[in-house]
């Protein structure tokens, strides 16, 4: 019983706290280590060349994000903008899960992660 209620906790909300999954998968301190990363990233788990989606980077803009929500949809219209989110997730001590969201919504706007 209690092995299937701390894995219902899991599922319910998502969190860095646990192993299970990586929000610190790509390297935010500068624009070329981000590009690299993914670029690791997508060789290392068969993902489609992502030169495309690192082409049109944003790497300056005013945002205002206040929910997980929010960064989703960013980055869902506007998946240039991955790097300037995370930046601002980071600066503006926003929860890290914010970022590990969006960063499957720009995963997914380049690649189909369905598997």
Do not use: G
Request: aromatic share 10%.
């Amino acid at each position: 019983m209690m092995i299937v209620s701390s894995c219902s906790i899991i599922s319910d909300d998502l969190s860095c706290k646990f192993s299970e999954i990586d929000c610190y998968r790509f390297n935010y301190s500068s624009i070329e280590s981000f590009r690299d990363s993914v670029t690791e990233h997508a060789s290392q788990w068969s993902l489609k060349d992502p030169a495309d989606a690192l082409s049109n980077l944003t790497i300056n803009k005013e945002l205002s994000i206040k929910s997980s929500n929010d960064a989703e949809e960013l980055i869902s219209t506007n998946p240039e903008d991955i790097y300037v989110l995370a930046r601002y997730i980071t600066e503006n001590q926003k929860p890290r899960e914010w970022l590990f969201l969006a960063e499957q919504t720009f995963l997914r706007s380049w690649n189909n992660l369905n598997r």
